[in-house]
C-alpha cells in the first residue's frame, strides 16, 4: 500500500544547531506540506511543494527551509533550530492541485525537543 | 481568504450518545470542505469530505456532516458515541483549486461509560 513516512519520530536537539526531518511518501503525489501542531494553534502550514524543484513558503516558515528534488521526497530543515520550534512536525500529500477536493494523506508525525 | 473555527475546543459525552463538533467557515470561493481525526500519537486521518455535491456528506465510522451555506457550517454529528471516538477532531476548509488547506485548532471529543 502506498504511504508517508516520517523519519525520525523524535528527535532531541540543541539551540543554534541545523536539524533535518525527512519526508517521503509512495503515491506518487505532486503535492506536499509541512505542518507544524501545537497546543491551541491546530495545524499551522510551514511550506509546500507543487512538484519537482517548486517550494512555497506557508503561514509559518521563518526559520525552515524545504527543497523538492524529486516526486517521493520533501524534507524539512531548521537552519538554526530555537526552543519556539519545540513543536510536532506533520507531513503530508495530496493529488494534482487541480482537484481541490483531493484530501491530505499524512504521516505519523516527528515530535521535535530543542533544548 | 479561507478560515475555519471550531466553536468548542473540547466536547465531552457519554457512550452511546449523541455527538455534535461545530464548525464554522469563511470562504471568498466555494469551499471544499473536510472533517479529520487524530488518535493520540497519530498522524490525521479523512472522516468525510464536502465537495458541492449532496450538502449531508456521510464519512467513516458511522460519522456525517452538513454542510449549510447560509449558515457558513459545517458541523459533525454521530448518532451514537463509541469509546474508540474519543480523539481530536479538525475542520478544514480549502477555498480555489490550488490552495493549501487551512485548520481549525481542533475540538477534543472525550467519551466516558
Known amino acids: 500500500d502506498a504511504e508517508i513516512t516520517q523519519s525520525p519520530r523524535h528527535k532531541i536537539t540543541e539551540t543554534g544547531r541545523q536539524v533535518t526531518l525527512a519526508c517521503h511518501q509512495t503515491?506518487?503525489?505532486?503535492?506536499m506540506f509541512w505542518y507544524r501542531q501545537d497546543l491551541g494553534h491546530g495545524l499551522r502550514l510551514i511550506h509546500y511543494?507543487?512538484?519537482?524543484?517548486?517550494?512555497n513558503k506557508g503561514e509559518v516558515s521563518d526559520g525552515y527551509s524545504v527543497s523538492r528534488s524529486n516526486t517521493e521526497d520533501l524534507p524539512l530543515t531548521l537552519e538554526s533550530a530555537a526552543s519556539s520550534q519545540t513543536s510536532v512536525y506533520f507531513c503530508?500529500?495530496?493529488?494534482?492541485?487541480?482537484?481541490?477536493?483531493?484530501?491530505?494523506?499524512f504521516g505519523n508525525g516527528t515530535r521535535l525537543t530543542v533544548t | 481568504a479561507q478560515s475555519v473555527t471550531q466553536l468548542d475546543s473540547h466536547v465531552s459525552v457519554s457512550e452511546g450518545t449523541p455527538v455534535l463538533l461545530r464548525c464554522n467557515y469563511s470562504?471568498?470561493?466555494?469551499?471544499?470542505l473536510f472533517w479529520y481525526v487524530q488518535h493520540p500519537n497519530k498522524g490525521l486521518q479523512l472522516l468525510l469530505k464536502?465537495?458541492?455535491?449532496?450538502?449531508l456528506v456521510k464519512g467513516i465510522n458511522g460519522f456525517e456532516a452538513e454542510f449549510k451555506k447560509s449558515e457558513t457550517s459545517f458541523h459533525l454529528t454521530k448518532p451514537s458515541a463509541h469509546m474508540s471516538d474519543a480523539a481530536e477532531y479538525f475542520c478544514?476548509?480549502?477555498?480555489?483549486?490550488?490552495?493549501?488547506?487551512?485548520f481549525g485548532k481542533g475540538t477534543t471529543l472525550s467519551v466516558s461509560s
Open positions: 464536502y465537495t458541492s455535491a449532496a450538502t
Open positions: 478544514v476548509v480549502r477555498g480555489a483549486a490550488g490552495t493549501a488547506l487551512i
Open positions: 470562504s471568498s470561493y466555494s469551499p471544499s
Open positions: 503515491w506518487n503525489h505532486n503535492n
Open positions: 511543494s507543487y512538484g519537482v524543484q517548486d517550494t
Open positions: 503530508a500529500s495530496s493529488e494534482s492541485q487541480g482537484l481541490s477536493s483531493s484530501p491530505l494523506h
